[in-house]
C-alpha cells in the first residue's frame, strides 16, 4: 500500500479465506449473484477498517470450489488514515482491526462463549511512505499467547516503507463464563495494541498544517 | 392509525417471510393469461446491474359502483433479474372486514417450458405484526406464493377485491424500488359522479377519458432504490391522488386538507365525552398543582405513564379513536386513543386541545402535497390558556384564530411536557378542528435542547494509562433515547451497558470504577451519566515520547456518504442537535507538551464542527461542539457533507505529543 502526503492509505490487498472462513462463505452466497457476491466481500473489508474506507473488488475469485482458497483482490483506499500530531504524522500500527474493537465490551457475562468455529487471521502489509518522509518512531512489537487465543502485531521500519505484521488466533469453540473476565482482558490487549502509533517525520517540503 | 398503505407495511415485510415456509403448489397446464405473454418480449425500463427485477406491466382497474361499494382489479407482472427479485413471487393481498378479495392467480412465466400456475386456493392466510407494539386488528392477508420465482424468469398476477370504503380516495403508487415499464390506472365512475387527481412527486398525465371513465398511464418511471437517511419514500415516490364525488355532492371524499380534517373530526364525535372516574382522575391529579403549566403537565405525565400502548384496530378503529372513557378504565390504547384521552382529561379543566394527526417521519408530508391519508400518527395541539409562560413550553405555534397551541406527543413516553420529539419537529400535520382541517408546520426546536455536554476530568500516569471522572448531561431525544434503553433494567450490571458501549466505543481497553444515573424517572429533568474509568494503555508510548488522543470519548464522524454511488436523495438529520466535549487531561510529571494537533472550524451552515487543544500548565484542554443546524442537506451539498464528516473523523484521531521535560 500506499500512504499519501495528505495522510490517505491506498494500494491493492489481496484477502485468502482459507478453510473454513472460504466455505462459510460459499456457502452464505452460494444462491447470489455476481454483483451480490462482490458487495459481499467488499462490505467485509469494509467491517474490517475502522474508519471509513473504500472497497472495489478487483478480481473474479473462485466461488465454486472448495479445496481451494477463496481469493478476493481489491483496491483499496482508506482516506485520512495518518493523522496529524503538529508537525509529526502518526498511523497506528493495525489497519484490519475493526472486528475486534468492539468485542466483550461489557463487564459482566452471564452465558458460555461460543465460537462458530476456530480461526486465525494474519495480516501482513506493506506501506510505501511519501518521498521525503522518514520513520521517528515504531512501537514495540507485541505477543500475547494466552493458551487458546494468542495475538501478535509487530511494526518494522524498513527502506521507504513500513512492514506491518499482526496475528490473531481464537482457538476454542466455546468457554465458560469464568473465563470471560480473562478473555475480556486478551481482546483489551488486542485492541490495545492495535492502537499502537507509528510516528511519521513529513518532509519539510510536505509537512501538512 | 394504520399504515398509510396497508399493503406495503412493515407488519407485512414480516409476514411475507413467514410464508415462504409454504410450499407453492404448481398446476400442469396453467397458462398463463395473454397480458402476461404480452409482455414477455417487451423492452424492459432501463436498468443497471443492480436492479433486482423490472416491473413489466401493471394495471389498476377501479370501479366505483356506489359510495359504499368499489371494485379494485390489479395485474402486474415482474421481470426477475437478480435473486433478490424472488421476492416478486410472494403476492401479499390486505383484507379484513370491509375488503373481500374475490379472487387471486398467479402464474410465472418461465424462460424455458411451461408456465405454472397457483390459484385462490394455494393461498395462506395470515396477521399482520407490529414490530415493537401490540396491536390487533381484524385486518389479515391473503399470501399466495408463485413458483419458480427465478432470475430469468416472469411472474404476474391478477387480484380483484371489492371493499366498502370509508372515504372515497384512492392512491396510485406506481413508483417503486425497480424500474416500471408501464403502469396503467382506470377509474369507473358511476353516472354523474366526478373525480378530482393530483399527482405526488411526478408531472402530471392527463387521462383518456370516455364517459365515465378515465384511463391513465405512465412508463419507464425509473427505480426508487434505497440510500440511508433519505426522506420518506412517500416524501418522493411518483403516486397519484385521486378522490371521487358522487352526484350531488362531497361524501367522504378529501379535495382539500380543509375535507380532510372534517371528516376526521366527525370520527372524533362523543369519544372525548368525560366520566366520572375521569373527572375524578383530573381532580386527583391537578389539585396540588398550581399554576395551569403545572396542571397541564400532570394530566399529560398520566397519559403517557399510565395509559400502555396497545392499539386495537378494528374496522374503522383503524382511524377512529376509542371513547375517552374506555381509553380509561382499560389504562389501554393507541396513539390517538391517548390524545382524545388527555383532551378530554384538559377539557375538564377548561382547557380546548385538538387533534393533530401526522406522518412520524418529516417530508412524507408536505405543503405540495395533495390531501389524501398520509398520516400514521395522532397527537394533540393543546389551546395555551393566557398566561401561560413557563420556559419549558416550547413546541408553540401561534395561530391566527386559535391562539397560541402547544403540540404534544402523549404516545412519547419520554418526551418533557412543552417538547417535542425529534421526528415531529418541523414535521407537517393536520390540525382538526370542528371547523375542518389546516395543514401546519410544528415548530422546530432549537439545537441545544438535544444535546449531549459532557465533561472529563482525567489524568494521565508515565505508563499511559488514563483515569478520572465524566459527567454527561443529556437533553432531548439523547435523553428519551437513553430513557428508552433503559426502561426494562433493573440490575445495576445492566444499567451500566450503555455507559460500557460509549467507553468501548472509544477506549481500547477500560475498567469501570464507578457509574451512576441521573434523573432516569424525572422525564422534566435532563438525563445524566456520572461515571469513573481506568484506561490502561490509553497513551502510547513512541520512544522517549508520549502520544495522547484528546478526543477521549464520543464519535460524531459518519462514513454514511463513503460510497461511490452517487447520491441521489437529500440527507435527512433526525432532529436538530448540539453536542459538547470538554476534556481536561493532567499530563504526568516530568513531561511537558511537545506538539498539539491544530484546532478546527468547520462551518458548513447545515452543521458545524470546532474543537481546539490547548495547554494550561501541566493540562491539556480539549474542547470541541458538533450542532446540526438545518434538518435536510441537499443532494448538492452531500459533497461539503461528506468532507465535513472526513474532517470530524480526521479530528477525532489527532494527537497530542508530550516529551520529558528539559
Keep these: 500500500m500506499r500512504l499519501t502526503e495528505t495522510g490517505d492509505l491506498e494500494g491493492k490487498v489481496t484477502v485468502t479465506y482459507t478453510g473454513l472462513e472460504g466455505m462459510y462463505q460459499r456457502l452464505d452466497e452460494r444462491h447470489a449473484d455476481d ?16 474508519v471509513a474506507a473504500e472497497v472495489e473488488l478487483v478480481n473474479q475469485p473462485d466461488w465454486t470450489g472448495s479445496e481451494t482458497p477463496l481469493v478476493a483482490e481489491y483496491d483499496l483506499k482508506i482516506p485520512g488514515w495518518a493523522v496529524n500530531a503538529g508537525r509529526r504524522v502518526v498511523l497506528p500500527a493495525g489497519v484490519f ?6 468485542i466483550f465490551e461489557h463487564a459482566n457475562r452471564v452465558h458460555p462463549i461460543y465460537f462458530k468455529y476456530p480461526y486465525q487471521n494474519e495480516d501482513d502489509i506493506r506501506i510505501e511512505l511519501p518521498a521525503g518522509w522518514t520513520v521517528s518512531s515504531v512501537p514495540p512489537a507485541h505477543v500475547q499467547d494466552s493458551h487458546v487465543v494468542a495475538y501478535s502485531i509487530q ?5 521507504d516503507a513500513l512492514h506491518l505484521s499482526r496475528k490473531l488466533t481464537v482457538d476454542f469453540l466455546i468457554l465458560e463464563p469464568k473465563y470471560y473476565p480473562a478473555l475480556r482482558n486478551f481482546f483489551q490487549v488486542v485492541r490495545s495494541g492495535d492502537e499502537e502509533q507509528i510516528v511519521l517525520q513529513p518532509g519539510v517540503a510536505s509537512a501538512r498544517n | 392509525m394504520p399504515a398509510t398503505n396497508p399493503a406495503r407495511s412493515l407488519a407485512v415485510l414480516a409476514m411475507v417471510a413467514g410464508a415462504f415456509a409454504f410450499p407453492a403448489r404448481a398446476h400442469a397446464g396453467g397458462d398463463a393469461p395473454a397480458w402476461m405473454h404480452a409482455v414477455v418480449n417487451a423492452p424492459p425500463p432501463n436498468y443497471d446491474e443492480k436492479t433486482d427485477a423490472v416491473l413489466l406491466y401493471s394495471e389498476t382497474n377501479v370501479t366505483v359502483v356506489s359510495a359504499d361499494k368499489i371494485k379494485t382489479q390489479v395485474r402486474e407482472a415482474y421481470k426477475i433479474l437478480r435473486p433478490r427479485g424472488r421476492e416478486h413471487g410472494v403476492v401479499s393481498v390486505y383484507f379484513g372486514r370491509d375488503r373481500k378479495i ?7 412465466i418461465p424462460a424455458q417450458g411451461r408456465d405454472y400456475e397457483v390459484k385462490d386456493k394455494d393461498a395462506i392466510e395470515v396477521s399482520p405484526g407490529m414490530e415493537g407494539a401490540d396491536l390487533i386488528t381484524d385486518a389479515k392477508y391473503r399470501v399466495l406464493r408463485i413458483p419458480a420465482a427465478d432470475p430469468g424468469n416472469i411472474v404476474g398476477y391478477e387480484y380483484e377485491f371489492e371493499e366498502q370504503p370509508f372515504f372515497l380516495q384512492d392512491t396510485w403508487r406506481f413508483q417503486e424500488t425497480d424500474p416500471v415499464r408501464e403502469s396503467h390506472y382506470s377509474l369507473q365512475l358511476p353516472p354523474g359522479w366526478e373525480y378530482k387527481a393530483s399527482w405526488m412527486n411526478h408531472a402530471e398525465v392527463k387521462p383518456a377519458e370516455s364517459g365515465n371513465l378515465a384511463q391513465w398511464a405512465v412508463n419507464n418511471v425509473p427505480g426508487l432504490r434505497e440510500e440511508p437517511e433519505m426522506p420518506p419514500r412517500d416524501g418522493v415516490a411518483g403516486a397519484m391522488v385521486v378522490t371521487f364525488f358522487p352526484a350531488g355532492g362531497a361524501l367522504n371524499g378529501f379535495a382539500t386538507w380543509n375535507d380532510m380534517g372534517k371528516w376526521y373530526n366527525s370520527l372524533l364525535n362523543g369519544r372525548m365525552e368525560s366520566s366520572p372516574a375521569i373527572k375524578q382522575q383530573v381532580s386527583a391529579l391537578t389539585a396540588s398543582q398550581g399554576a395551569p403549566f403545572l396542571k397541564m403537565q400532570a394530566l399529560a405525565q398520566f397519559v403517557q405513564r399510565d395509559i400502555r400502548y396497545v392499539a386495537i384496530e378494528l374496522g374503522i378503529g383503524g382511524w377512529q379513536p376509542h371513547p375517552a372513557p374506555e381509553v380509561f ?19 375538564e379543566l377548561g382547557i380546548d386541545a385538538y387533534h393533530v394527526v401526522i406522518y412520524t417521519e418529516r417530508g412524507a408530508i408536505t405543503p405540495q402535497t395533495p390531501a389524501h391519508h398520509g398520516f400514521n400518527h395522532a397527537i394533540l395541539a393543546i389551546k395555551l390558556p393566557d398566561g401561560v409562560n413557563d420556559p419549558r413550553v416550547v413546541a ?4 391566527p384564530k386559535l391562539g397560541r397551541l402547544l403540540f404534544f406527543d402523549p404516545t412519547n413516553e419520554f418526551i418533557p411536557f412543552g417538547q417535542l420529539p425529534g421526528y415531529l419537529q418541523a414535521n407537517y400535520g393536520l390540525l382538526v378542528t370542528p371547523q375542518g382541517g389546516e395543514l401546519v408546520q410544528l415548530p422546530q426546536q432549537p439545537s441545544i435542547m438535544n444535546s449531549i455536554q459532557r465533561t472529563a476530568k482525567l489524568s494521565l500516569d508515565p505508563n499511559g494509562k ?19 434503553r433503559l426502561r426494562t433494567t433493573t440490575k445495576d450490571s445492566d444499567r451500566i451497558k450503555p455507559i460500557e458501549d460509549l467507553l468501548g466505543g472509544s477506549l481500547a481497553s477500560f475498567y469501570i470504577t464507578s457509574a451512576s444515573l441521573v434523573n432516569l ?3 422534566e429533568q435532563p438525563f445524566g451519566f456520572n461515571y469513573s474509568f481506568e484506561s490502561p494503555n490509553y497513551a502510547k508510548n513512541a520512544g522517549d515520547l508520549i502520544l495522547v488522543r484528546p478526543r477521549v470519548l464520543g464519535q460524531k464522524g459518519s462514513g454514511l456518504l463513503e460510497t461511490k454511488e452517487p447520491r441521489l436523495f437529500p440527507i435527512e438529520f433526525e432532529e436538530p442537535a448540539q453536542d459538547s466535549d470538554t476534556f481536561e487531561i493532567t499530563i504526568p510529571p516530568g513531561y511537558v507538551v511537545d506538539d498539539l494537533p491544530p484546532p478546527v472550524d468547520a462551518d458548513y451552515g447545515f452543521a458545524s464542527y470546532h474543537s481546539k487543544t490547548v495547554v494550561r500548565g501541566n493540562i491539556v484542554d480539549y474542547t470541541r461542539t458538533f450542532e446540526v443546524k438545518e434538518l435536510s442537506v441537499p443532494v448538492a451539498k452531500a459533497d461539503d457533507l461528506r468532507k465535513f464528516y472526513r474532517i470530524i473523523a480526521s479530528d477525532e484521531r489527532n494527537t497530542v505529543v508530550l516529551k520529558p521535560a528539559p
Aim: charged fraction near 35%.
Design chain 1, 97 to 102: 482491526t475493526a472486528v475486534e474493537k468492539h
Design chain 2, 396 to 399: 408553540t405555534l401561534q395561530h
Design chain 2, 102 to 108: 374475490k379472487t387471486i392467480h398467479g402464474w410465472c
Design chain 1, 35 to 50: 454483483v451480490e457476491k462482490k458487495k459481499f466481500l467488499e462490505e467485509r473489508v469494509k467491517r474490517q477498517v475502522p
Design chain 2, 329 to 347: 378504565s382499560h389504562r389501554y390504547g393507541d396513539c390517538k386513543d391517548k390524545a382524545t384521552l388527555l383532551r378530554t382529561m384538559l377539557n
Design chain 1, 155 to 159: 511494526a518494522e521500519n524498513g527502506k
Design chain 2, 466 to 484: 488514563l483515569k478520572g471522572e465524566v459527567q454527561e448531561r443529556r437533553l432531548g431525544e439523547r435523553a428519551s433515547a437513553e430513557r428508552w
Design chain 2, 521 to 523: 424517572q424525572q422525564t
